[in-house]
């Protein structure tokens, strides 16, 4: 099992700046892509990036592309995800995920590639 705790969420304004943290425990060697997700009311949990445990090779949405950064430290179990420039367009509820096993990159924005879910962090942004 692996044990995902997300922080770091919070209220930013329009342009404004957030890093949300993922701290990982348990059996963390199964830890091959860590993805990130947000889930805004109504709406269906997306996708928004994720990165290889070992490797750091890095994915995003279009969406995210050029504002978001995912980064880990292997040695803290955490990865992180830095949210720049931000809009109300990315107020969601961001979830940290798990994929325990090998899959290509190019699948790892499904959701059902991913094993392990954190509790959620919810980031709001004002206009």
């Known amino acids: 099992q692996v044990q995902l705790v997300e922080s770091g969420g919070g209220l930013v304004q329009t342009g404004g700046s957030l890093r949300l943290s993922c701290v990982a425990s348990?059996?963390?060697?199964?830890?091959?892509?860590m993805g990130w997700f947000r889930q805004a009311p109504g709406k269906e949990r997306e996708f928004v990036g994720c990165?290889?445990?070992?490797?750091?090779?890095?994915s995003y949405a279009d969406s995210v592309k050029g504002r978001f950064t995912i980064s880990r430290d292997n040695a803290k179990n955490t990865v992180y995800l830095q949210m720049n420039s931000l809009n109300p367009e990315d107020t969601a509820v961001y979830y940290c995920?798990?994929?325990?096993?090998?899959?290509?990159?190019?699948?790892?924005?499904?959701?059902?590639?991913?094993?392990?879910w954190g509790q959620g962090t919810q980031v709001t942004v004002s206009s």
């Open positions: 995920a798990v994929a325990a096993s090998f899959w290509p990159m190019g699948v790892m924005k499904d959701k059902n590639r991913y094993d392990y």
């Open positions: 990165i290889t445990w070992r490797g750091g090779s890095t």
């Open positions: 348990g059996r963390t060697s199964s830890m091959y892509v």
